[in-house]
């Protein structure tokens, strides 16, 4: 059936595995043993135990005014508590309201700065209970652009860097939602505020987000936006550095961050037979608009031009970390977030998820062989399943990456990454198989969190909803 490949459960060896990638023409590299993964590593002037990362995974659970409530909580608990050295981000707040992905989510202001403080008390207290060593814990800043809903579910108020003749199709936009030059500093001044106040809580960085298709990230590709915010590199790249020139001003000795979708490609929909297609040929006009896409829109620049461009003024900045990542969950999910079911307002893969986890591995490697000053930490990785600590050993011996970053896994198997580098035979029971329901939950209007393999979700009405819907997706 389209869409349709074999499960990693299937396979019953690494050997089988490697056997059926390499009939596959997939290029996944994986090692033995944890060395690799045990170097301990300095950043923002820490010395860290070792290089798995969790990566931000918001869970649409604050309360209506963005304080962090009861299971937002309990995620970064299970954060700290997961072995990783490196928490990237915890997850994306929203520096303003108008610039909420959701009614629920993370809002950086006056009223969460408090719990944000405790909590991240609480994350140190964790790690150095059970490691006996702390954390670097980064807060993630972002304004959600088009992808805003920050009054309801169901009611996206899109705010735009440019008319995107075929996002703007996809999502109903218009002229209208893009943001004017006027309103650029106020957005700009959020940003500086909230990192004012993300070092108050006791955070060690910011991540200023340029990923996902995200206000930030969409800046970037803004190449025929007129005026002082468009068109050339230096202008594309002016909101990014009026943030960041803002926060260096406001906030000396925070770290910098930045999580980056190291190339995009064109936006996807689903076929009449449910399977995901691009919304233009390849090679088309729209290709311009994929910040670090080849030509042809659809795979990556191998130069990286104007990423490594950008990896520099990072660096001019004294960033410290790239947290990568590739394409976008609205638009591209099938490459963004690998997996074997689609989700709720996704499609049917068209290529071969570890197809796709291959493509984040490339993407992590080529920006590390063309600018190894700056740390990475590599993303995607979820989707191996039983495989994952393997090749997180191989990405990090072989210095793709500095970092194996989890997302999807540390919802469903939080001590993963204590478990592999105390060499033990990992859980399956825990291991996500990308059953999507983390995404489902939050595109229903309702929290996330895996409902399949947590127990404490598995027990929520949420659970036996989604499951419903599933039988009608
Ligand atoms: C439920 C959910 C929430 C996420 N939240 C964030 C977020 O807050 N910020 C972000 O940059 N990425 C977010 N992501 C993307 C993940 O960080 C990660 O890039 C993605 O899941 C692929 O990694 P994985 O294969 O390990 O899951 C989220 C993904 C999921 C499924």
């Not at 059936?1 to 459960?9: E, F, Q, S, T």
């Not at 090692?31 to 950043?43: D, F, N, V």
């Not at 399956?428 to 995404?439: A, K, V, Y």
Request: some cysteine.
């Amino acid at each position: 059936m389209a869409g349709d490949y074999r499960k990693v459960a299937e396979f019953a060896t690494l050997q089988e595995f490697q056997q059926y990638l390499s009939e596959e023409k997939i290029n996944i590299g994986f090692a033995e043993g944890t060395s690799a993964m045990k170097q301990s590593i300095t950043l923002y002037g820490k010395t860290l135990d070792n290089r798995w990362a969790i990566l931000p995974m918001e869970g649409w659970d604050c309360d209506a005014s963005g304080v962090p409530a009861e299971y937002t909580l309990r995620r970064w608990r299970n954060f700290a508590a997961s072995g990783a050295s490196l928490i990237a981000g915890v997850e994306a707040a929203a520096v303003m309201h108008e610039g909420r992905s959701n009614p629920r989510q993370l809002l950086v202001s006056e009223k969460s700065l408090p719990v944000l403080a405790d909590s991240v008390k609480e994350m140190r207290k964790i790690r150095r209970n059970l490691y006996g060593s702390d954390a670097v814990i980064g807060l993630q800043l972002t304004h959600s652009g088009r992808y805003a809903h920050p009054n309801e579910d169901a009611k996206l108020e899109s705010r735009t860097a440019y008319s995107h003749p075929l996002l703007d199709k996809k999502f109903n936009n218009s002229a209208a939602n893009v943001v004017t030059d006027g309103e650029i500093a106020g957005i700009v001044e959020n940003f500086v505020n909230a990192a004012k106040m993300a070092q108050a809580a006791g955070y060690d960085f910011v991540d200023i987000k340029q990923a996902h298709g995200y206000l930030g990230h969409e800046f970037l590709s803004a190449v025929d936006r007129p005026g002082a915010y468009g068109g050339s590199f230096e202008n594309r790249t002016r909101f990014f550095r009026e943030i960041v020139e803002g926060i260096k001003r406001d906030c000396p000795g925070l770290g910098l961050g930045c999580r980056l979708s190291i190339f995009d490609i064109l936006p996807f929909i689903k076929g009449e037979d449910k399977v995901g297609k691009p919304m233009a040929e390849p090679g088309n006009e729209y290709a311009k608009y994929a910040f670090g896409a080849a030509p042809d829109g659809m795979n990556m620049d191998e130069d990286l031009t104007e990423v490594i461009k950008f990896t520099r003024l990072l660096k001019q900045y004294d960033f410290e970390l790239i947290v990568g990542t590739i394409g976008s969950p609205y638009y591209n999910v099938h490459m963004q977030r690998p997996a074997w079911y689609a989700v709720a307002d996704g499609y049917l893969m068209p290529e071969n998820p570890l197809y796709n986890v291959s493509r984040h591995i490339a993407a992590a490697k080529r920006l590390k062989e063309l600018c190894p000053e700056i740390k990475l930490t590599a993303s995607g990785l979820t989707a191996l399943q039983e495989y994952l600590p393997a090749a997180a050993e191989y990405i990090v011996e072989n210095n793709y990456a500095d970092f194996a970053g989890i997302g999807r896994m540390v919802l469903s198997y939080p001590q993963m990454p204590a478990d592999a580098l105390a060499g033990k035979a990992l859980d399956r029971r825990r291991i996500c198989r990308t059953f999507g329901e983390c995404t489902n939950g939050p595109r229903h209007g309702m929290i996330s969190g895996c409902f399949p393999l947590d127990d404490f979700y598995k027990k929520m009405p949420q659970a036996a909803k989604l499951r419903e819907l599933k039988k009608n997706q």
